[in-house]
């Protein structure tokens, strides 16, 4: 049985971390505020980037999973150390470093995204999460530690409630038949990363030494509208068709004024005014994890967040 360690319990991390104990991983979940225990994992209270805590937690581990989540602002003064504590902590341990990592680095780009791509991001979000791999990059070049980096699209599934854009925006009013409103163009084609497939591809990589060392896309299936996403999730909750309204610039700018988020918003959202494709090929030419069917994606969806409706009343 070996030891994964895995920082954060968002959705990936909790993802990953049941993942991880349902293949008969030892797990241990770190976050600020801990957890009660559940089958196979333990969770630890502790701030992951006091470096020599967090090393103290990883003895024994042959991985740490790097799933953390941060709000958008807070990510200039909190990424930094926090990722710094996961590379001392796996150069300490001995353990493989799996960092959730996505698609911000590259910037706005023409065509499908592929690995190979510059990290050439302007923003402020982007240059930071270029900058969060380059450091392990480097580390692992020197032979100082083991790193890979998996990188997804906007995820969304069973257990994804807030951040994702087929979330708690989108999702609850398409099962009451309501309008939805989107982000920038919902004509635009979108790439949309299943949350299973995201904690399957990050357990994949860690045992793999031919994936240490780089950056890799989550297998994803092939892009579809925000509005052909909406119509997908309308038919399988029987609600029928939905409408979609793009958000215009001017609500986005007007809201920034007063919303945090939206500000923050205004950096990435060519990612929605625009196609914006992922290429897995590579991965999949290389690795077992594949996309699950975007039927399948859609059914568990809708029926994971009918039943948190029902009990949440």
């Given amino acids: 049985m070996s030891v994964h360690v895995v920082i954060g319990f968002g959705p990936a991390g909790a993802a990953t971390a049941r993942q991880s104990?349902?293949?008969?991983?030892?797990?241990?979940?770190?976050?600020?505020?801990?957890?009660?225990?559940e089958p196979g994992i333990e969770h630890i209270a502790l701030d992951a980037a006091d470096s020599a805590r967090l090393t103290e937690a990883a003895r024994g581990a042959t991985v740490i999973y790097s799933c953390f989540g941060l709000p958008y602002p807070r990510w200039a003064?909190?990424?930094?150390?926090?990722?710094?504590?996961?590379?001392?902590?796996a150069e300490a341990t001995g353990?493989?470093?799996?960092?959730?990592?996505?698609l911000y680095g590259y910037g706005p780009v023409d065509g499908p995204l592929t690995e190979d791509l510059p990290l050439a991001a302007t923003g402020t979000k982007g240059r930071l999460r270029a900058a969060v791999w380059e450091q392990a990059r480097a580390l692992h070049e020197q032979g100082r530690i083991r790193a890979v980096e998996v990188r997804a699209s906007?995820?969304?599934?069973?257990?994804v409630t807030d951040g994702g854009h087929l979330a708690s925006r989108v999702v609850p009013r398409v099962l009451a038949g309501k309008p939805v409103s989107a982000l920038g163009n919902p004509e635009a084609p979108?790439?949309?990363?299943?949350?299973?497939?995201?904690?399957r591809t990050l357990i994949e990589v860690a045992?793999?030494?031919?994936?240490?060392g780089r950056a890799w896309h989550v297998p994803t299936e092939p892009p579809l509208s925000t509005r052909e996403m909406v119509d997908r999730l309308a038919a399988a909750a029987g609600t029928g068709p939905v409408p979609v309204r793009g958000l215009p610039s001017a609500v986005l700018g007007a809201g920034s004024l007063f919303s945090p988020l939206l500000?923050?918003?205004?950096e990435v959202r060519y990612q929605f005014d625009r196609p914006f494709v992922v290429?897995?090929?590579?991965?999949?030419?290389?690795?077992?994890?594949?996309?699950?069917p975007v039927e399948q994606q859609v059914k568990a969806t809708v029926d994971w967040w009918r039943e948190r409706t029902a009990t949440r009343g």
């Fill in 21 to 37: 104990a349902a293949e008969g991983h030892q797990v241990r979940v770190i976050t600020r505020s801990g957890r009660r225990a």
């Fill in 77 to 89: 003064s909190d990424w930094p150390p926090l990722a710094a504590s996961a590379c001392a902590a």
């Fill in 95 to 102: 353990a493989v470093l799996v960092m959730l990592g996505n």
């Fill in 154 to 159: 906007d995820f969304f599934g069973p257990g």
């Fill in 190 to 199: 979108h790439s949309w990363t299943y949350l299973p497939d995201v904690a």
């Fill in 207 to 212: 045992g793999e030494e031919r994936a240490w």
């Fill in 263 to 266: 500000r923050e918003l205004k």
């Fill in 279 to 292: 290429d897995s090929s590579a991965y999949e030419a290389e690795f077992a994890v594949r996309a699950t």
